[in-house]
């Protein structure tokens, strides 16, 4: 069962994401993106803005060594959904480019984190197994 309410703002989600308060629900995720992409803006360069705050998030929620290693790559299983709806947007000046700035900012924090991410996660499998 959820630990959230239907009634979360998209602030409180995001706070929730951010911070990991249920990193055993990948739902939240979800929820978040199904929310924030029924407030989306019209214009295409506004949906590129959103977009690329949603990754932001993702991105330091990945980043954050302190949050339990499976939220976090469960971040890194969804922060290409926000970049895919950038790619997907007509392009504008400048979208290129920073496109490819997130894409680098991706790769860079993930070999910054990864063996770390994934040791970290399989301690945590074996020790949850272990208590059975």
């Not at 860079?108 to 020790?127: C, P, S, V």
Request: glycine content about 2%; hydrophobic content about 40%.
């Amino acid at each position: 069962m959820s630990s959230y309410t239907h009634t979360v703002s998209l602030e409180q989600l995001r706070t929730m994401i951010r911070q990991a308060q249920c990193p055993d629900d990948p739902l939240l995720i979800y929820r978040w993106f199904s929310l924030e992409n029924e407030a989306l803006p019209d214009h295409h360069k506004e949906k590129f803005a959103h977009y690329e705050q949603q990754f932001r998030l993702l991105l330091e929620t990945l980043a954050d060594e302190v949050l339990p290693a499976q939220w976090r790559i469960f971040c890194l299983e969804n922060i290409n959904r926000p970049l895919l709806a950038m790619k997907r947007l007509p392009r504008f000046k400048g979208s290129y480019r920073t496109l490819n700035r997130l894409q680098y900012e991706l790769h860079i924090t993930f070999e910054y984190i990864r063996a770390g991410l994934y040791f970290n996660a399989h301690i945590g499998r074996i020790e949850h197994d272990a208590s059975y």
